[in-house]
C-alpha cells in the first residue's frame, strides 16, 4: 500500500509556472510508476503525466507536451509536475497516482491505482 499527499497547488496568471509535489508513504515507492491527472469541472478526470520506477521513462498528454515536466526523487518519495506557461483551461484538480505498471497509468486510465486526495490549479485569464 502506499499514500500519497500532493501539494504545490494555487492561483496564477496565465503564462505563469507552479510545481506540484507529491509526498509518498512507504518504503515501495521506488517500485511504482507514478502519474498525474487532473480534473475540471464538469469534465472527466484524464491523463496528464506518467514516469516509470526509475524516472528514465516519461509520457504526457499532447495538452500538455513542452509545458509540464514530470520528474521523480526516489530518495525523497517524491514525485512533480512543473508546469510552465500554464493556461486558464489548464485549471483543475490534480491528481497523483501510484500503480506498478506505467502503461495503465498512461493508456489504461488507472484502474487501480493509488490516488492521493487532490490539489487545486486556478490560471486566470
Partial sequence: QVQLAESGGGLVQAGGSLRLSCAASGRTFSSYAMGWFRQAP???RE???AINW????TYYDDSVKGRFTISRDNAKNTVYLQMNSLKPEDTAV???????????IYDLGCP???WGQGTQVTVSS
Fill in 42 to 44: 464538469g469534465k472527466e
Fill in 47 to 49: 491523463f496528464v503525466a
Fill in 54 to 57: 526509475s524516472g528514465r521513462n
Fill in 94 to 104: 490534480y491528481y497523483c497516482a501510484a500503480e506498478m505498471s506505467v502503461s495503465q
Fill in 112 to 114: 487501480r491505482c493509488h
